[in-house]
């Protein structure tokens, strides 16, 4: 399994629109400090799948044969807005695997054009050509899922939006062995918010977890600053997602 995460920022990005902070201000003459909203690309022999869609240039990046499906972790904007461009395509249908969210976001229910939406059940897996993908339930405020997905022998947990873990989901992946963990970090640790992970919730996680692999995600300009500042030592094991990155798994 290969992942290329292709949006690691929070909802505003990286840089912030207006913002004049250090890391801000690097990122507009240095591309590989931006962060594009949350979107990864999974890639199997011969198939391929997104992880939401906040990129706004999905129809540029991809051919409409490439991708087999999208799965989105929720209905906020910086998670879906990449759909309401690639809606009004034509000649094909994409499923789209979400959670039971009756709201959805905007008009893309009512509207959904080549998008056929199809709502999963959380911890019930869903087999899709060589890959198994069972939705885990995070803690959000909008109905979120993360994902764990497994091809021949290997795992991976996609966990954002959250903040901290349900505890079934902390035991169901406790059970199991976790190749590599890309979640929710949103914030550094001298930034609470009810909805997002900062920095230690994040070490929490890691070492309750303890996947071989830890990737932080959905990563804020304040969080950056304050990687920078501090010059953090992560643990061996934990890496700060970039937009680009590859991981195989
Ligand atoms: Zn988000
Ligand atoms: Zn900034
Ligand atoms: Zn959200």
Known sequence: MKVTLLGTGAAGGVPVFGCQCHICLSAKITPSLRRNPACALIELDGAAYLIDAGIMDIGERFESSFLN???LTHFHPDHVQGLFHIRW????RIPIFCPPDKEGCADLYKNPGILDFRQLKKFEPLDIDELRVTPLPLIHSKLTYGYLFTNAGTSMAYLTDTKGLPPAVTDY????????????TTSPPTVENRNHNN????????????????VLTHISHDLDNW??????????????????MMIKI
């Open 69 to 71: 499906a999208i799965f």
């Open 199 to 214: 920095y230690n919730d994040t070490l929490a996680i890691h070492e309750s977890i303890r996947p071989k692999k830890t």
């Open 227 to 244: 990687l920078n500042e501090n010059n953090t030592s992560l643990p061996e094991n934990m890496l700060i997602g970039r937009d680009n």
């Open 173 to 184: 992946l406790n059970a199991i062995v976790l190749d590599c963990l890309i979640i929710d």
């Open 89 to 92: 395509g034509s000649g094909f």
